[in-house]
């Protein structure tokens, strides 16, 4: 069925329909999200709480148990890194805005970082790098409870453990690839899938006090350039993706309900950043590197087994179609399949 779903703004204050493709050509996957023409129907968007299993990592051999002690002998430097953390304002939502009081739309729009500056050490960024530096594509995991540490500065409510009513749980995780290295640095790419209970602590009396709001990134993409020659990290860089139109997922349980009320929204930042971002910006010379786009597929693939399959450009499924005398199945979708918005 090719429903067509009309986005009342609150937050933006602006309306449009949106309609997302992904077309399948029998083991050939083609995606595509843009917006279209719509009806005039409004579709629910409420959800009975979900249980079961997280969704399965798909860990294939040779992933790597990150470093789990004190300070990594490569970091030997021992001054700390200032990061600063940002966290935008919603800038586009969907139907919450709706369903929900006015007090608790406010709320979500004034969410700031809890801690906007914080001193890092070589302990702390230890977490990030690999028992032994050997090639290119080396994977590993990082320790979840030494990347909640960092997110924290946003909330001291962050999860690395995906929970949200109404959802399927997962998948949960951190991990991070080597993507070039040379004599004097390191480049390390890096993506964590967490949660930020939101939950206001006090609440006003006109109003329900909310059960449960969650706050569900998407993901955080990261950075780290690793100076081998100082023992330091020179920069790091921890955010939510910007390259996608709708990238976090509200989930608000209201007391005075029996369902609960999501929204897919659009945030413009949230990030933490410390060191030389100019540095970070100039093209190094690698002995041996990958490029970023390839890390991150790299990266993905880890949590949504589905991305290994050969995806097509949507311009031209049609010509491989008929190249391969193949069909098409086309399915509609509201979100994106490989994080955690939807």
Not at 9 to 34: C, E, H, L, Q, S
Not at 43 to 65: H, M, N, Y
Not at 298 to 306: G, H, N, S, T, V
Request: proline share 6%; with cysteine.
């Amino acid at each position: 069925m090719n429903r067509q779903y009309e986005r009342t703004d609150y937050f933006g204050r602006f309306k449009y329909r949106n309609t997302a493709v992904v077309v399948f050509v029998f083991g050939v996957v083609i995606g595509a999200f843009w917006l279209l023409p719509g009806s005039d129907e409004t579709p629910e968007v409420t959800a009975k709480a979900i249980k079961g299993e997280p969704v399965a990592l798909s860990l294939r051999e040779g992933i790597e148990v990150g470093y789990l002690g004190d300070v990594h002998p490569m970091l030997h430097s021992h001054k700390p890194m200032t990061v600063t953390a940002h966290w935008g304002k919603i800038s586009n939502g969907n139907y919450v805005s709706e369903m929900l009081p006015p007090e608790m739309c406010d709320y979500l729009l004034t969410l700031s970082p809890e801690i906007p500056r914080q001193e890092y050490t070589a302990e702390d960024f230890s977490a990030f790098l690999p028992n032994e530096v050997f090639d290119v594509g080396q994977t590993w995991s990082i320790s979840p409870e030494r990347v909640q540490e960092f997110l924290k500065q946003f909330q001291c409510s962050a999860s690395m453990e995906l929970k949200a009513q109404g959802r399927r749980l997962g998948p949960n995780g951190s991990f991070a690839i080597l993507r070039a290295k040379s004599a004097a640095y390191l480049d390390i790419a890096i993506r964590v899938h967490a949660e930020f209970d939101i939950t206001p602590i006090t609440w006003s009396a006109e109003m329900p006090e909310p059960d449960q709001v969650w706050y569900t990134p998407s993901y955080f993409t990261g950075r780290i350039i690793v100076n081998r020659e100082t023992g330091s990290v020179d920069y790091f860089h921890l955010a939510l993706p910007e390259d996608t139109t709708l990238n976090v997922h509200v989930t608000v349980s209201l007391n005075h309900r029996t369902m609960d009320s999501h929204d897919i929204v659009r945030v413009d930042r949230m990030e933490l950043i410390g060191g030389d971002a100019e540095f970070a910006t100039k093209e190094l010379l690698w002995d041996e590197a990958i490029s970023r786009s390839e890390a991150h597929r790299r990266l993905e693939r880890i949590y949504y087994k589905f991305m290994a399959i050969n995806w097509v450009p949507f311009a031209d499924v049609l010509s491989v179609a008929r190249e391969t005398s193949r069909p098409i199945l086309a399915m509609v979708l509201w979100g994106n399949l490989d994080d955690q918005s939807c």
